[in-house]
T-cell receptor, first 111, second 112 residues
Framework: EAQVTQNPRYLITVTGKKLTVTCSQN?????MSWYRQDPGLGLRQIYY???????DKGDVPEGYKVSRKEKRNFPLILESPSPNQTSLYFC??????????FGPGTRLTVT | GQQVMQIPQYQHVQEGEDFTTYCNSS?????IQWYKQRPGGHPVFLIQ?????EVKKQKRLTFQFGEAKKNSSLHITATQTTDVGTYFC????????????FGKGTLLTVNP
């Protein structure tokens, strides 16, 4: 089954404790992207990747890192999480940025 | 930077009524996409519009792209309870075809 998977689905952590949210797709898509969704703000793009080893900033990249060492994986790294990074995070993939397939989401709480 | 505005923010309708959401960009868009997100779910791609003045239909859904390619609309005819969710438009931004800016969405609720 074609899908985008994210882990973990739920995470509660403390300020400053490094964490990684994994994202994997099995559709051989070149394009992958991370978004955060906050009430009243809609979806905002954090980082995107056009292909392996090619990444670029979205609208809200501060406090986040990504890497794209393999085509199927695109982890999101928070080196020192802060409470304002409490959010619902979605990973997505697509042949390009069109018709993106979204993962189920990761709900992150930073206390 | 580029802004994509959607109105209304919320819309409540009786089942069977029509619904329209509008999307306006501060800059000309090369294309625009529409997504639907059910409550508690993830966004699902609906359609992409590319041409000026383009109109596309998917059953009861009609999508339009403005002549100036700065606005778009999604119209649902005779809403059903299955149409409940948030509808987002999205367009390329920052001069890149790979960077995407979403509108804040319109939450549609349908009273059966």
């Amino acid at each position: 089954e074609a899908q985008v998977t994210q882990n973990p689905r739920y995470l509660i952590t403390v300020t400053g404790k490094k964490l990684t949210v994994t994202c994997s797709q099995n559709m051989n898509h070149e394009y992958m992207s991370w978004y955060r969704q906050d009430p009243g703000l809609g979806l905002r793009q954090i980082y995107y990747s056009m292909n392996v080893e090619v990444t670029d900033k979205g609208d809200v990249p501060e406090g986040y890192k990504v890497s794209r060492k393999e085509k199927r994986n695109f982890p999101l790294i928070l080196e020192s999480p802060s409470p304002n990074q409490t959010s619902l995070y979605f990973c997505a993939s697509g042949i390009n940025r069109i018709e993106q397939y979204f993962g189920p989401g990761t709900r992150l709480t930073v206390t | 930077g580029q802004q994509v505005m959607q109105i209304p923010q919320y819309q409540h309708v009786q089942e069977g009524e029509d619904f329209t959401t509008y999307c306006n960009s501060s800059t000309t868009l090369s294309n625009i996409q529409w997504y639907k997100q059910r409550p508690g779910g993830h966004p699902v791609f609906l359609i992409q519009l590319v041409k000026s003045g383009e109109v596309k239909k998917q059953k009861r859904l009609t999508f339009q792209f403005g002549e100036a390619k700065k606005n778009s609309s999604l119209h649902i005819t005779a809403t059903q309870t299955t149409d409940v969710g948030t509808y987002f438009c999205a367009g390329p931004s920052g001069g890149s075809n790979y960077k995407l800016t979403f509108g804040k969405g319109t939450l549609l609720t349908v009273n059966p």
